[in-house]
């Protein structure tokens, strides 16, 4: 089946740039979207980019997508203490009903 | 953005019993709507995928007969636990699709159900 990778934690201080990256392995992928989830919580759908963009910008958030590589990242610029969540990557594939999750990131900020 | 809800937000139940999780989609209708579980600190394991008016796909390894899943409407569908033991405990989240471009999937709050 589908593999999403993910690290597991990050910790960055408060003002600072976060990066979220995932890794994945089908390359029939047409979605690729980022979901934040605060403790106790569903998951938030933060961005998504479609397979055959580069970059996709909105606000705070930054999404990079190297297709070649399957790679996907989530920049988060001046991170926030209310940022700190495990933020999930998922990805749609051609032909598949369901979403593939990555293993999500916890992200912590550090005031 | 589409609303899914989630009822009750959190159950406690004695081994035994069966728990009725409901999953509402507020201002779309949903075309399919999913189940997953999670485990603390892990990620989301889906059960099964439902399709209005028709019986629900299971991934494999979740007990049909345990996991009930009823999607009656285009805004409703239901996850039964049934004869619930303690290793059902967990957080249970739905989520719907409503067929848009995007194949965005539209997450609920989640359930957290204890089976004591």
């Known amino acids: 089946g589908e593999d999403v990778e993910q690290s597991l934690f990050l910790s960055v201080r408060e003002g600072d740039s976060s990066v979220i990256n995932c890794t994945y392995t089908d390359s029939s992928s047409t979605y690729l979207y980022w979901y934040k989830q605060e403790p106790g919580a569903g998951l938030q759908l933060l961005t998504y980019?479609?397979?055959?963009?580069d970059m996709k910008q909105d606000q705070r958030l930054t999404v990079l997508l190297n297709k070649k590589d399957k790679h996907l990242s989530l920049r988060i610029a001046d991170t926030q203490t209310g940022d700190s969540a495990i933020y999930f990557c998922a990805e749609s594939i051609s032909g598949a009903n369901n979403l593939f999750f990555g293993t999500g990131t916890r992200l912590t900020v550090i005031p | 953005g589409a609303v899914v809800s989630q009822h009750p937000s959190r159950v406690i139940c004695k081994s035994g019993t069966s728990v009725k999780i409901e999953c509402r989609s507020l201002d779309f209708q949903a075309t399919t709507m999913f189940w997953y579980r999670q485990f603390p600190k892990q990620s989301l394991m889906l059960m099964a995928t439902?399709?209005?008016?028709?019986?629900?796909?299971?991934e494999q390894g979740v007990e049909k007969d345990k996991f009930l899943i009823n999607h009656a409407s285009l805004t409703l569908s239901t996850l039964t636990v049934t004869s619930a033991h303690p290793e059902d405990s967990s957080f249970y989240i739905c989520?719907?699709?409503?067929?848009?471009?995007?194949?965005?999937?539209?997450f609920g709050p989640g359930t957290r159900l204890t089976v004591l």
């Open positions: 439902s399709n209005e008016g028709s019986k629900a796909t299971y």
């Open positions: 980019i479609f397979s055959n963009m």
């Open positions: 989520s719907a699709r409503g067929g848009s471009l995007y194949n965005e999937q539209f």
